[in-house]
T-cell receptor, first 115, second 110 residues
Framework: EAQVTQNPRYLITVTGKKLTVTCSQNMNHEYMSWYRQDPGLGLRQIYY???????DKGDVPEGYKVSRKEKRNFPLILESPSPNQTSLYFC??????????????FGSGTRLTVV | SQQGEEDPQALSIQEGENATMNCSYKTSINNLQWYRQNSGRGLVHLILIRSNEREKHSGRLRVTLDTSKKSSSLLITASRAADTASYFC??????????FGAGTQVVVTP
């Protein structure tokens, strides 16, 4: 089944403790992206990747890192999480993002709470 | 910054009625997409309309795009309780970035 898999689904952590949220897609998509969703703000893009080893900042990149060493994986790293990063996170992928005419496939989300 | 803004923010209708929601955006786009999100779940892609298209249908969904007014509408005909969800428009510029609005929350009561 074609899908985007995120792990974990739920995570509670303490301020300052480094964490990684994994994202993997099995559709051979070039384009991958991370979003956070907060009430009343919709989805805001954190980082995106056009292909392996090509990443760029989205609208709210502060406090986050990403890497794209393989086509299928796009982990989101929070080096020192803070309470304002408490949010619902989504990973998404798309075929041929540069041609910009394809819908995105989203993962099921990771609900992160930083205390 | 948000590119798309949906209107209304919330919509409550009865089963069988049509639901219409609108999306306005600010800059030129390559395409506009609509997504559905059931409570707390991942977004599901519904329909994509390119900038050179004016109307598109998919099942009970009808999407229009007016690039001169920088606006789009999504019509769900003969709504069902299962259509209860949040609906988001998203715009994509030529270089691939997808930007979402804040969404319209639709409740369909039996």
């Amino acid at each position: 089944e074609a899908q985007v898999t995120q792990n974990p689904r739920y995570l509670i952590t303490v301020t300052g403790k480094k964490l990684t949220v994994t994202c993997s897609q099995n559709m051979n998509h070039e384009y991958m992206s991370w979003y956070r969703q907060d009430p009343g703000l919709g989805l805001r893009q954190i980082y995106y990747s056009m292909n392996v080893e090509v990443t760029d900042k989205g609208d709210v990149p502060e406090g986050y890192k990403v890497s794209r060493k393989e086509k299928r994986n796009f982990p989101l790293i929070l080096e020192s999480p803070s309470p304002n990063q408490t949010s619902l996170y989504f990973c998404a992928s798309s075929s041929n993002g540069q041609k910009a005419n394809y819908g995105y496939t989203f993962g099921s989300g990771t609900r992160l709470t930083v205390v | 910054s948000q590119q798309g803004e949906e209107d209304p923010q919330a919509l409550s209708i009865q089963e069988g009625e049509n639901a219409t929601m609108n999306c306005s955006y600010k800059t030129s786009i390559n395409n506009l997409q609509w997504y559905r999100q059931n409570s707390g779940r991942g977004l599901v892609h519904l329909i994509l309309i390119r900038s050179n298209e004016r109307e598109k249908h998919s099942g009970r969904l009808r999407v229009t795009l007016d690039t001169s007014k920088k606006s789009s509408s999504l019509l769900i005909t003969a709504s069902r309780a299962a259509d209860t969800a949040s609906y988001f428009c998203a715009t994509q510029q030529s270089w691939g970035k997808l930007q979402f609005g804040a969404g319209t929350q639709v409740v369909v009561t039996p």
